[in-house]
C-alpha cells in the first residue's frame, strides 16, 4: 500500500541518513523505477528528500527535517495500514480521509502516533491474492466487527448452518478478496468468512491479545497451510490493455504482477489451481494475453481461438 510505504521510506531515511535506491527496492519488495517515483511523490508533497551520486550516494533528507506526528484519528490510522485499496475503508464503516493522513505522516512522525498506527496494522490486514473467493459486496458484519476488534471486545457469532452461537475473542479482520475474521476460540486461532456469519453480538467484555501475535505473519503462515493441502496451476503470462485491468480483478489464489515494458507488456504469473479453471480465466482476460507457460495451456488457448474463428467465420 503506497501510503504506508511512502511512510517507511521516511522513516528509513530519518534512522540511517542516506539509503541507496537498490536497498529500498528490496527492503519494500518494489522495482527501482517504482522507488523513484515514490521520491517523486515526497518531493511533490514538500518532503526534502534528495539524491547524491558515487561510492557513497543515495537517497537522503535534509538534515535539519525531523518530524513529529499527533492527532491521528481511527480511519487516518487504518488508511496508512491499508493505504487506499479500493473500497476498504468503506466496507469497515468508516469515511475516507483521502490523501491527508499521508501529508500529515509526511509531515510529522511521533511515538504516539507509531503506536496508534501498530494498532491498526495488528487488527486490519489487506491482501491482493485470493483464496478463491470473488470480491463481494461488504457485509453489515464488518462495520461491528471492526469496531469490537479495535476495542479488543468479545463477539459472540452464529456462523454458517450452525444453530448455536459461538464466543470469539476476535484478532483481526483479513480482506483476500473477501473479508476475514481471525478470532481466537478456546485455544485455537480460526479463520471465519465474514459473508457466512448471520448474526454477531458485540460484548462489553475485554480480552488480553497474544502477546507478539501479528496479523501478517499469521495470515501468510495460513495461506501456506492452505496452499499445500490444495492443488497448484502456475500460470505464467504476458498481458496488456484491457487484459492487464481484468487481470486485477479474476479469480486466482495468488497472483504476481510486474511493470510494464517499452511495449506496455507486463509479466503475471497466476495460481489458477488447475487447467480447467486457468482456461476460464484466459478467456476472460482476452485478446491482449499472450500464455507463456505451461505450453498445454497455450495449445489449449490456440485451440480455443480457431474453434471460435471456425463458428464466426
Known amino acids: 500500500m503506497r501510503a504506508e510505504r511512502l511512510l517507511r521510506i521516511v522513516m528509513l531515511l530519518q534512522t540511517r541518513g542516506r539509503v ?8 519494500l519488495e518494489i522495482s527501482t523505477r517504482t522507488v523513484k517515483r515514490d521520491m517523486e511523490a515526497l518531493s511533490s508533497a514538500g518532503i526534502p528528500v534528495y539524491a547524491t551520486r558515487g561510492g557513497a550516494g543515495g537517497w537522503r533528507l535534509v538534515e535539519s527535517y525531523r518530524t513529529s506526528l499527533t492527532g491521528l484519528t481511527t480511519s487516518e490510522a487504518l488508511s496508512i495500514v ?3 485499496t479500493h473500497g476498504v475503508l468503506a466496507d469497515l464503516g468508516l469515511d475516507d480521509p483521502g490523501d491527508g493522513p499521508i501529508l500529515k505522516v509526511l509531515e510529522t512522525i511521533a511515538p504516539s502516533a507509531r503506536a496508534r498506527i501498530d494498532h491498526a496494522r495488528e487488527r486490519i490486514h489487506v491482501n491482493d491474492g485470493s483464496w478463491g473467493d470473488q470480491a463481494k459486496p461488504p457485509d453489515p458484519a464488518l462495520v461491528q466487527l471492526q469496531k469490537a476488534i479495535w476495542d ?16 470469539l475473542q476476535p484478532y483481526g479482520l ?3 478478496g473477501t473479508w476475514y475474521l481471525v478470532a481466537r476460540r478456546g485455544s485455537e486461532l480460526r479463520t471465519y468468512r465474514v ?3 448471520h448474526q454477531l ?19 501468510q503462515e495460513a495461506g501456506r497451510s492452505f496452499a499445500a493441502s490444495h492443488p497448484r496451476y502456475l500460470v505464467e503470462l504476458r498481458l496488456r490493455g484491457d487484459a492487464l485491468i481484468r487481470a486485477r480483478w479474476v479469480w486466482a489464489r495468488e497472483r504476481a504482477i510486474g511493470e510494464p515494458d517499452a511495449d506496455g507488456w507486463v509479466r503475471a504469473t497466476f495460481d489458477l489451481q488447475d487447467a480447467e479453471n486457468a482456461q476460464t480465466v484466459i478467456r476472460q482476460l482476452g485478446a491482449q494475453t499472450v500464455v507463456e507457460a505451461p505450453d498445454e495451456l497455450r495449445q489449449a488457448t490456440i485451440a480455443y481461438a480457431r474453434g471460435v474463428l471456425d463458428v464466426n467465420g
Open 82 to 84: 491499508v493505504g487506499h
Open 20 to 27: 541507496t535506491a537498490a536497498e529500498l527496492a528490496r527492503e
Open 201 to 219: 453480538e458485540s460484548t462489553e467484555e475485554t480480552f488480553a491479545r497474544e502477546a507478539g501475535f501479528d496479523l501478517a505473519s499469521h495470515w
Open 152 to 167: 479488543d471486545r468479545v463477539v459472540r457469532i452464529r456462523y454458517g448452518t450452525s444453530p448455536t452461537s459461538v464466543r
Open 195 to 197: 459473508s457466512r456469519i
Open 174 to 176: 483479513v480482506r483476500q
